[in-house]
């Protein structure tokens, strides 16, 4: 018989009754990963909605500051210039005021994006169009508005930015 040590009187004193003390086992193992994958997914979930909401705001921005740039560009433009002749639906702006669609989110071309998609959302980057409606809302003035559409993880988003442009400005 083997020679007993004080470790080992240690280990029997603190073992529990009843229990069979050999260690952990295979089932022991898989039930242990099982319980922790399971607590592990809510913060899987948590870390990519928090990725999809940064990149959803950083979009937002990204359109709204290409608004902002082509409303300001058109605000220098004098009223009666053709550029800004009125029109019945949005429209591309001119390509002295704006470059080819789709836009980059630094205004400048998607040269890398493939076809566009029906309604003329692209398929990567931003489109920019515009609508220019004379004598609205008071007469010698037009409404400008220029629309910013993107897809987003398969939805199309919009973001629309309007001005009003009066004689003499």
């Keep these: 018989m083997a020679a007993r ?29 099982s319980l922790f994958s399971i607590a592990v997914m809510p913060l899987a979930y948590i870390q990519s909605s928090g990725t999809r ?5 950083y979009e937002m921005v990204a359109a709204s500051a290409l608004a902002f740039d082509l409303i300001d560009r058109m605000s220098s433009i004098p009223y009666q210039d053709a550029r800004l002749a009125a029109t019945s639906d949005y429209a591309v702006p001119d390509s002295t005021l704006s ?19 029906l309604g003329g959302v ?8 515009m609508k ?11 409404q400008i508005d220029v ?3 993107w ?7 919009t973001f629309t930015l309007s001005t009003i442009k009066a004689v003499g400005s």
Excluded: M, Q
């Design 5 to 33: 040590t004080p470790l080992h009187r240690a280990r029997r004193r603190f073992a529990l009754p009843g229990l069979n003390n050999r260690g952990f086992g295979l089932v022991d193992a898989l039930v242990a990963a």
């Design 53 to 57: 909401s940064g990149v959803s705001s």
């Design 99 to 117: 470059n080819a669609n789709p836009l980059a989110a630094s205004g400048n071309n998607w040269s890398t994006c493939g076809p566009w998609e």
């Design 122 to 129: 692209p398929k990567c980057g931003f489109a920019r169009t």
């Design 132 to 142: 220019i409606t004379a004598n609205t809302p008071l007469t010698n003035t037009k």
């Design 147 to 149: 629309r910013v559409t």
């Design 151 to 157: 897809n987003e993880y398969g939805v199309n988003r």
